[in-house]
């Protein structure tokens, strides 16, 4: 079974700048179109960017667009979520997963916590 691992949230104040990582254990998912998704409390879960094998394409919700930047390590099978310009609605349990035809289990996800 694939595991996924998130890290690098935490608390702060908007304006604000965070680092997501994705590493997994297991199975490589270099050759996957991989995507970052968010839950905020009472909602569902959204997907926010993702990335295609090569890193040569990248999509993005309208609501980060300029703000967040997705990007890819193949050679060390990670992949980060670079967030700036942080606001109070981005407050959220952040996942990555396959945004392809390829999805494992949901990792535990790391909590970004944006203050006004």
């Known amino acids: 079974q694939v595991q996924l691992v998130e890290s690098g949230g935490g608390l702060v104040q908007a304006g604000g700048s965070l680092r997501l990582s994705c590493a997994t254990s297991g199975r490589t998912f270099r050759s996957e179109y991989m995507g970052w998704f968010r839950q905020a409390p009472g909602k569902d879960r959204e997907f926010v960017a993702g990335i295609s094998w090569s890193g040569g394409s990248t999509k993005y919700v309208d609501s980060v667009k300029g703000r967040f930047t997705i990007s890819r390590d193949n050679a060390k099978n990670t992949v980060h979520l670079q967030m700036n310009g942080l606001k109070p609605e981005d407050t959220a349990v952040y996942y990555c997963?396959?945004?392809?035809?390829?999805?494992?289990?949901w990792g535990q996800g790391t909590q970004v916590t944006v203050s006004s």
């Open positions: 997963n396959g945004a392809g035809n390829w999805q494992t289990a």
